[in-house]
């Protein structure tokens, strides 16, 4: 997706932003040394050093001690990590500087301050700022060597044992959810001596031909005309091309897409289940969409995320739904073609929330509000940023649901403090949950498994290890900003057909009733779908969770 155009409010935001920092941060204000302190422990490099490496690949005399550490391979590495430069269409200096303002954006400094620092004790929140700002604004972009070279410092003190610490929780805690995984208890389900094989396999498309209808005039007036473009996927008989009205009504499921994404970051999935009998309704959340971050980007709005999103998403669902039933008694197009008495959700990440929200979890804004006073540390689950996000909303308590909601898909959702335990326990329909174990953006144990536990059943745990919160994304979805392989982490394919599949066996045997598909519901069909380098998991139950206190202790927000 293109940036819109920046107008009066991109020159308010370069104006305030680069008046006040840029024109108060000279240019000989520059980093000369990095500190690289442990504890009493300290090394100190010149800063001309580590440019020269970055620029000419050339080891200076301060640097070979360093440099004899490691083979060739791992210096051209470091070299290459030097000169990366940040995506352009997110690191322009008023994206940048508009982002380092938001509440996200303030929260990174704080934690960043920790361990990039202006003195030994003193965060270097508001110089990480100048510098990066700074850097956006210089022809060559964000490079370490030009935010090295704009620290408005004469010393870096990075903070290593701060920064080890860190590290090493994040790597317990994804160690402590793969031993949490592997221990669980897969018992025989439905089927258990079955050959899937000799099944039809809901990894390939079904039957139906699936057609688009683009919906761009829905339009919510109750709630300052909110819009909300919708594409449908709608399943068309093979027998009955020529006249797709006399096609006999399909169930409805919608999508929920995450923050920052849009219509096309499940378009796999819509068509895949659309294949399928049914039809597939994929709306904008205009609050929280990817054109909501290119507002951002473009100092447009001034917070990735507003309260109220957390509202109006449910609300976003129960509209669609609303006029999607009166349109098939009015729209030729849809006239007859859609029963939308019981519903299924799929949500990723936000969506997750979402779907989860309209399922009948409640909002526990009370405990939330508690938690978020405590300043949970988002080095270790970024998602409680989102979450705490909603701490000013009023009220104790809040409930969104909807009763023709039947079963729910959730990928990656956030759910710790937004819902807690007693939130999610007052879900009344089937949930299926997806995670990853390598999920850093919405930890696993914390943010799935543990509150999965709570979920009455009938639930379903599926459990990619290897799997991160982008790996069931499409990939040739929109956007503003592309996530690199290595983010989106190992075998995207076939996370993709794995929940391709089981969601089409999920709403098969909740929305659709269909008990035929139930034997798809198993630790065995899990089984025969799973191959390296992702192996599946499926469980009914929640993984055994006793632990010592240092261990709950890096599962929480």
Known sequence: MNLPDFARRKLVVFGTCLSSLLGVVAPAQAAEQVVFAYGALSRTLPVRAIETYAREGKITPELSSYAGLLNS?????????????????????????????????????????????????????????GALIRAAADPEGITLVNFLRYFPTPRVYIDVRQGVEVAQRIQRLLQRTRQVVSQASAPSGDGAGLDFSQ??????????????YVLE??????????PLPTDL???????????????????????????????????????????????????????????????????????????????????????VLDELSRRAQTDPQLRGRIRSERVGIFGHSFGGYTALALAGAELELASLQAACANRPDPSLN?????????????????????????????????????????????????VMVVSGTNDT???????QIEPFAALPPPKYLITLTGGTHFSTDDPGAGGVIKLPEAIIGPAPELARQYVSALSVA????????????????????????SRAPLPLQLNLEAPPLQRSRAEADLSRP
């Not at 045997?509 to 139930?518: G, I, L, M, N, Y």
């Open 73 to 129: 391979g791992q210096l051209e590495q470091v070299r290459s990590a030097l000169n990366a430069v940040a995506p352009s269409e997110v690191a322009n200096v008023v994206a940048v500087a508009q982002f380092l303002y938001t509440p996200e954006g303030e929260a990174f400094l704080a934690r960043a301050g920790e361990v990039v620092r202006t003195g030994p004790k003193r965060s270097g929140a508001l110089a990480i700022r």
């Open 441 to 447: 953006v919405a930890p696993a144990l914390s943010e």
């Open 217 to 226: 005039d829905l339009v919510d007036a109750s709630r300052n005309n909110r």
């Open 233 to 319: 996927y709608l399943p068309r008989w093979v027998t009955l091309a020529a006249n797709p009205a006399a096609d006999p009504p399909s169930p409805l499921l919608v999508i929920s897409h995450g923050l920052g994404e849009d219509r096309t970051s499940f378009r796999y999935l819509a068509v895949h289940l659309a294949s399928y009998g049914y039809t597939v309704a994929v709306l904008e959340h205009p609050g929280s969409s990817s054109q909501r971050i290119a507002d951002l980007l473009a100092g447009q709005v001034t917070a990735v995320v507003d309260p109220q999103e957390f509202i109006d998403r449910p609300k976003d669902v129960s509209f």
């Open 506 to 529: 999920f709403f098969n045997t909740t929305v659709a009733q269909d008990p035929d598909f139930a034997v798809y519901l198993s630790s065995e069909y899990a089984q025969a779908l």
């Open 382 to 430: 970024p998602s409680v940023v989102l979450q705490c996000r909603a701490a000013s909303l009023s009220g104790d308590r809040l409930n969104l649901s909807d009763p023709r909601v039947q079963g729910v898909v959730v990928a990656n959702p956030v759910t710790s403090l937004i819902f807690g335990r007693r939130g999610m326990a007052q879900v009344k329909v089937p």
């Open 199 to 212: 099944l039809p396999d809901l990894q390939k498309p079904g039957p139906f031909l699936v057609d688009r």
